[in-house]
């Protein structure tokens, strides 16, 4: 029970942070960028690292990485991408040049996919 709760709050969050849609605007455009909603996007990456679904996030060098664990791999591909969509928004807000979130498996350090507000999650 506690399980979904936690994805319906996290469900309806992304859609009330969610921008509009404009196909002139880019993703740094129409990315939200107020204080609060920067906020509450950390907090939920916090809480997806409590949980176990997340290990970290770090930018090595251009590109934010996404390190996820076994509870990552439960969630159907929806959830999966709007978690990764909340974690693509926190760091675009940031910097421009932060377009793409690449995902490794935390157990096998390989990459896994990744995730671009124009193509969305792409897991290999």
């Known amino acids: 029970m506690r399980k979904i ?3 319906l709050i996290i469900s309806i969050f992304i859609l009330s942070c969610s921008p509009s849609s404009t196909p002139s605007k880019t993703a740094y455009e129409k990315i ?3 204080p609060k909603s920067q906020e509450l996007r950390l907090k939920f990456i916090q809480k997806c690292i409590q949980n176990g679904v997340f290990k970290k996030v770090e930018v090595p060098a251009s590109l ?3 390190w996820v664990k076994p509870k990552f791999y439960l969630l159907d591909f929806e959830n999966k991408q709007n978690f990764v ?3 693509h928004d926190y760091y675009l807000a940031q910097n421009p040049s932060y377009t793409i979130v690449v ?3 935390s157990h ?3 990459e896994i996919g990744e995730f671009t507000a124009q193509s ?3 897991l290999k």
Do not use: E, M, R
């Open 64 to 66: 934010p990485h996404l």
């Open 103 to 105: 995902l490794y498996d």
């Open 120 to 122: 969305g999650l792409k």
């Open 108 to 110: 096998t350090g390989k």
């Open 5 to 7: 709760t936690f994805i």
């Open 85 to 87: 969509s909340v974690v």
């Open 32 to 34: 939200d960028k107020d």
